[in-house]
């Protein structure tokens, strides 16, 4: 089961999609914080605008150099434990809205990587009980300055500035990410093609982690890393990404003047 989060130029919904007739079974509220009680409408996929499936009430957690080739192309050791850093919610945008290039990089490169979107209000999760506070898992692209983290030392403005956490089409229910292909695409171009199963640290472990660092609420996102082939992007281009199993997506990218 996909869910999507969506517009017809009113407030946002959430809706199934049913796969057969492309329409979206429209639900009642927000699926993270309810159920999937339905309203009995049903909206052709093509006369939607689709946002961003979750927009999380407090943060999305970023998972840094969870591949190891990944790690490799950028002169790095893996860390023996997840290396963990945060992007606000106001970096969320969703399907072809525009990245906007920060005016203090000259150097941003796409991440493609699956995120977990969590359940509910939890702590010390077990990793043998990660699947109980797991809501579903969605794409998303990690955009990042990848000059200004070199500068830096520490990562927040290399990747938490507006527009740097792009994420869709869908959120996925009960799907095995054990082993799924992560891509991203620039101007149709494939940069990244790795698959879940070269995670470093698995989606449970992760989640295990990070409860013992901070309180996950519900729609708290967690970006479990990217594989290698991560690269510039520019003014012009449209980058995709894409998660087997959940979707694809793409977005513009421009330079404010």
């Not at 996929?45 to 979750?54: M, N, T």
């Not at 579903?136 to 938490?160: F, L, P």
Request: proline share 7%.
């Amino acid at each position: 089961m996909r869910i999507a989060r969506f517009t017809t130029g009113e407030n946002p919904h959430y809706g199934i999609l049913d796969e057969e007739t492309d329409e979206l079974v429209v639900l009642r509220g927000d699926p993270i914080y309810g159920d999937l009680d339905t309203t009995g409408r049903r909206v052709p996929l093509d006369d939607v605008r689709l946002l961003s499936p979750v927009i999380p009430r407090s943060k999305v957690i970023g998972i840094g150099r969870n591949y190891a080739d990944h790690a490799a192309e950028m002169g790095n050791e893996v860390p023996a434990e997840p290396l963990v850093f945060l992007k606000p919610n106001t970096s969320v945008i969703g399907p072809d809205d525009p990245i906007v290039l920060p005016a203090y990089s000259q150097n941003v490169h796409h991440e493609a990587e699956l995120a977990v979107v969590i359940s509910r209000l939890c702590k010390f999760v077990p990793a043998e009980k990660a699947n109980d506070v797991i809501f579903g898992y969605t794409a998303a692209n990690d955009v990042t300055a990848r000059d200004v983290q070199a500068t830096d030392g520490q990562w927040t403005r290399a990747k938490g500035f507006d527009t740097s956490c792009p994420m869709g089409p869908y959120i996925a229910l009960d799907l095995d990410v054990s082993d799924v292909a992560v891509r991203a695409r620039v101007d149709g171009e494939v940069r990244q093609d790795g698959r879940t199963s070269q995670l470093v640290h698995k989606v449970p472990e992760l989640i295990a982690y990070v409860s013992s660092i901070f309180t996950l609420l519900p729609g708290d996102v967690i970006l479990t890393g990217t594989p290698a082939g991560v690269g510039p992007i520019d003014v012009g281009q449209r980058v995709e990404v894409e998660i087997e199993g959940i979707g694809s997506f793409s977005n513009p990218v421009v330079r404010r003047d």
